[in-house]
């Protein structure tokens, strides 16, 4: 079955630290990449999104993420983060079913940021 | 910019009771999804719809139903609450387009006790 691991389930940052959030999906057919953010209280939101072209993704806030298919990767990065980047950050993936049916979006079990002034 | 609205913030039924969790989108858009959030295990599918009276289950739909009415509204439920559906649930939204993004409400929190 089609799976997305996120390596690290808790991050304790320091602003001005720099972020990578490691981010790996099982599947070897054609994806649609995303990032979602939560911020405390907050709904999730979209953070970035590749869905082909140039593997290296800008997003919001900063935040960027590279596609690597050869390592079935999407890690996200920024470069000096901020109090304000605390927060709960989701990778997710589609798996594009050509044959028919639902394109279905599935989830990483999410890492918890905490940025420390 | 797109809106989705469920009808609580916090929730919280006893057990047994029947559960109605109420989501409303603005934009028009043909899907219509219900996931849990669970610390750990990030956010899983229980139910989806694609158009209005439509619906296909998700990866843990046991022990829920849905309803899809309106292209606007569209309604878990929760027949007998238990314990373990104590959780976050979330209700999203897209267009049957390309562009595969969901937005996304704020979250129900339910307590069942």
């Known amino acids: 079955a089609q799976s997305v691991s996120q390596h690290n389930h808790h991050v304790i940052l320091s602003e001005a630290a720099s972020l990578e959030l490691g981010c790996n999906y099982s599947y070897g057919g054609t994806v649609n990449l995303f990032w979602y953010v939560q911020y405390p209280g907050q709904h999730l939101q979209l953070l970035l999104k590749?869905?082909?072209?140039?593997?290296l993704v800008k997003g919001i806030k900063g935040f960027e993420a590279e596609f690597i298919k050869s390592k079935f990767s999407f890690n996200l990065r920024k470069p000096s983060v901020q109090w304000s980047d605390t927060a709960e950050y989701f990778c997710?993936?589609?798996?594009?079913?050509?044959?028919?049916?639902?394109?279905?979006?599935?989830f990483g079990a999410g890492t918890r940021l905490a940025v420390h002034p | 910019d797109v809106k989705v609205t469920q009808s609580s913030r916090y929730l919280v039924k006893r057990t047994g009771e029947k559960v109605f969790l109420e989501c409303v989108q603005d934009m028009d858009h043909e899907n219509m999804f219900w996931y849990r959030q669970d610390p750990g295990l990030g956010l899983r599918l229980i139910y989806f719809s694609y158009d209005v009276k439509m619906k296909e289950k998700g990866d843990i739909p046991e022990g829920y139903s849905v309803s899809r009415e309106k292209k606007e509204r569209f309604s878990l439920i929760l027949e007998s609450a238990s314990t373990n559906q104590t959780s976050m649930y979330l209700c999203a939204s897209r267009s049957a387009g390309t562009s595969y993004e969901q937005y996304f409400g704020p979250g129900t929190r339910l307590t069942v006790t």
């Open positions: 997710a993936v589609i798996v594009k079913r050509f044959s028919g049916g639902y394109n279905k979006l599935i």
């Open positions: 590749y869905f082909s072209g140039d593997p």
